[in-house]
């Protein structure tokens, strides 16, 4: 403790936009009583945008997780014979595990420098550099579970042994990490922050219409937009299929792909953009690629829609759609289901007073 102030470690291992670093950043602006210190492997440019006035320290990764994924693809597209591609692809996860090694002797010097009370692990329990470095310096270790707990490995379980408490962003997430063994005691949903003042400027913009010209759009059409990631799991291809569908219905509908690939392979979003061009659709959608302009994207749309396979540990995209008072078609699981529901439960709460 200095100063009465409590001095942490944040540590964001994200490589690429998304809704951990989005999330850290809203929590920073948010705490006032904290000395709060930040290790990030971000992209400059999101760095200096998520974590503006903060100390920030950057570890440049020479083999970053978008890198290295389109490395590991190019590899195994090149060699189909097993045992020669697990020899290929070995110097890649040696230099790998060789920059997680640097990454964590850099953030132990940070923690001892700085003289840091406490560690916060943004990335979930294999957060690089979080656990070892809290019990080298024996100062508590805060997780911040983003995703579902589905241990595979003893570095996981040994990282979960060493954690004081787990911060979840949702009760799905918070009861697997409970069926791991953690005690409820030591697990604390949150549920993450939506900075609903700017969406507030946004709309008190009153700019809606001009914003969807930009784009093309004509008054009556109706804008139906996924936001996110592009990665197979948040469901973009399925989207689209979905769409082309209506589309066959409704000459009226214009479908919205904001995102870019970030952390997945290229391929995905190359097969997507294929089903598109031979759709005989392919001018009634719109690919924005990486917007940081979200919140004036968000007010065009007439429909958003959150269409992840797999269960969402939270969906931001989900709060966000709902802050710029926009509609949302969401599948009923993980973090979504908990929105939805409490959501719903306020409305009619709301009703009866």
């Known amino acids: 403790m200095h100063n009465g102030r ?52 950057r570890v440049p990764l020479p083999l970053h997780i978008r890198l290295y994924n389109r490395l590991q693809q190019w590899i195994c597209g090149k060699i189909s014979f097993r045992p020669a591609r697990r020899i290929a692809l070995k110097p890649l996860h040696i230099l790998d595990r060789l920059q997680k090694w640097a990454s964590t002797l850099y953030v132990l010097w940070i923690a001892r420098s700085n003289r840091v009370d406490l560690i916060h692990g943004n990335n979930g329990f294999l957060t690089p550099g979080g656990a070892f470095v809290s019990r080298w310096l024996r100062i508590p270790y805060v997780v911040h579970a983003r995703g579902f707990c589905n241990p595979q490995s003893k570095a996981v379980f040994g990282a979960m042994r060493q954690t004081t408490h787990v911060i979840a962003v949702s009760t799905a997430v918070a009861e697997s990490v409970h069926r791991q063994g953690l005690p409820h005691d030591k697990i604390t949903t949150v549920y993450d922050p939506v900075d609903t003042d700017l969406f507030d400027r946004v709309s008190a913009g009153d700019d809606r219409e001009a914003r969807r010209v930009a784009f093309g759009l004509r008054p009556d ?23 082309l569908q209506v589309m066959r219905l409704q000459e009226r509908l ?100």
Not at 6 to 21: E, H, N, P, R, W
Not at 221 to 243: M, N, P, T
């Open 221 to 243: 059409d109706i804008a139906v937009g996924i936001f996110g990631r592009v990665v197979q799991w948040k469901g973009q291809l399925e989207f689209a299929y979905a769409v």
């Open 254 to 353: 214009k479908a919205f792909i904001v995102g870019d690939e970030s952390d997945g392979p290229p391929s995905y979003f190359d097969h997507i953009r294929q089903v598109i061009d031979t759709s005989g659709y392919a001018q009634r959608f719109i690919l924005t690629g990486y917007r940081e302009d979200v919140e004036s994207l968000y007010s065009i749309m007439d429909i958003v829609v959150h269409a992840s396979l797999d269960p969402e540990p939270f969906g931001m995209v989900v709060t966000e759609a709902m802050a710029a008072g926009r509609p949302v078609i969401a599948a009923e699981a993980g973090g979504p289901a908990e929105i939805m529901r409490a959501t719903l439960a306020r409305e009619i709460f709301s009703l009866y007073k």
């Open 6 to 57: 409590l001095k942490v470690l944040y540590i964001d291992a994200s490589a690429g936009f998304g809704g951990a670093t989005k999330s850290l950043s809203l929590l920073l602006q948010g705490l006032r009583t904290i000395d709060p210190i930040v290790v990030t492997h971000q992209y400059h440019h999101i760095a200096q945008k998520s974590y503006n006035g903060l100390t920030v320290y």
